[in-house]
């Protein structure tokens, strides 16, 4: 990635602090990418246009583009955090 650096970042939640919101279909805004960095275990991603799942994990973040519907799956115990970007955060 690129040395773009993120507007906001999450706090870092794991299998049980996980929002239920990130867990349900949602999406980012207009404008607003999200890379979602597992810090410990996976996560799925699962994107719903495109239609697309991915297990992330520590050498394998997910990227969610600008208004990207999309909701994540803890697949067991992991930590993992959101970085926001106003641009894409890759080259």
């Keep these: ?43 799925q991603l699962t994107c719903l246009n495109p239609l697309s799942e991915s297990v992330l994990t520590s050498d394998n973040p997910g990227i969610v583009m600008p208004q990207q519907p999309h909701f994540v799956t803890p697949l067991g115990a992991m930590r993992m955090q959101i970085d926001f970007y106003d641009q894409a955060p890759f080259s």
Excluded: C, N
């Design 1 to 43: 990635m690129a040395d773009i650096q993120p507007y906001r970042s999450t706090p870092i939640f794991d299998q049980d602090t996980l929002p239920a919101a990130l867990r349900a279909r949602h999406d980012t805004k207009a404008g607003v990418w999200g890379v979602i960095r597992v810090l410990e275990g996976r996560l």
